[in-house]
């Protein structure tokens, strides 16, 4: 997926742990966006930024931080992982078409 | 109710035939509207925008209906590679998409 990188993949991690999914665009669009998606649902916005410095809430933003200290990356935090956070995240740029990375599936145990 | 709600199917057909299907949205004020293809454990790709006027791609047919608030897409000549979930994506014009819970076609030998 050239334009948005997405890592790690996959991650297992326990109860009370934090982690960052780190989300990198290289093509300078100023809109990103952050969405979950737990098996059989649809996509949920949880947080996106429309530039360097400017963060707000979308659906489904409890339980996750964000910033956006420059263009490039927009990494989505998990401060106290819970198991209602297992799901797959995927990290979208907005050009002529909303773009995804390839997605970071997260296990919670 | 949903913003975007979607029958799961799945739908299965054999190959060449024709299949369709709907995406309701509940806000009268969206203004942009699209179809996603999502294959299983991928991210969504974009598969077309939806235009007032209706429009084709190739095999794919998307029409809008504003006044019944729906949106549908109708796929023709099945090829086994169709087979996958196909998301609904909305906005109000806000460059927040909205998307629905996708709806599984299964295209057999």
């Known amino acids: 997926n050239a334009g948005v990188t997405q890592t790690p993949k996959f991650r297992i991690l326990k109860i009370g742990q934090s982690m960052t999914l780190q989300c990198t665009q290289d093509?300078?669009?100023?809109?990103m966006y952050w969405y979950r998606q737990d098996p059989g649902m649809g996509l949920k916005l949880i947080y996106y930024?429309?530039?360097?410095?400017?963060?707000d809430k979308g659906e489904v933003p409890n339980g996750y931080n964000v910033s956006r200290s420059t263009t490039e990356d927009f990494p989505l935090r998990l401060e106290l992982a819970a198991p209602s956070q297992t799901s797959v995240y995927f990290c979208?740029?907005?050009?002529?078409?909303?773009?995804f990375g390839s997605g970071t599936q997260l296990s919670v145990l | 109710r949903k913003e975007v709600e979607q029958d799961p199917g799945p739908f299965n057909v054999p190959e060449g035939a024709t299949v369709a299907f709907n995406c309701t949205y509940s806000?009268?004020?969206?203004?942009?509207f699209f179809w996603y293809r999502q294959d299983c454990r991928k991210e969504p790709k974009l598969l077309m925008s939806?235009?007032?006027s209706g429009n084709e791609d190739g095999r794919f047919t998307a029409q809008l209906n504003r006044a019944s608030q729906y949106i549908s897409l109708l796929i023709r000549d099945s090829k086994l590679s169709d087979s996958a979930t196909y998301l609904c994506?909305?906005?109000?014009?806000?460059?927040?998409?909205?998307f629905g819970a996708g709806t599984t076609v299964t295209v057999r030998a």
């Open positions: 979208a740029i907005q050009g002529e078409k909303l773009f």
């Open positions: 093509m300078n669009h100023n809109y």
């Open positions: 930024s429309v530039g360097a410095g400017i963060t």
């Open positions: 806000n009268s004020a969206s203004q942009s």
């Open positions: 939806v235009y007032s």
């Open positions: 994506a909305v906005n109000a014009n806000d460059y927040k998409l909205s």
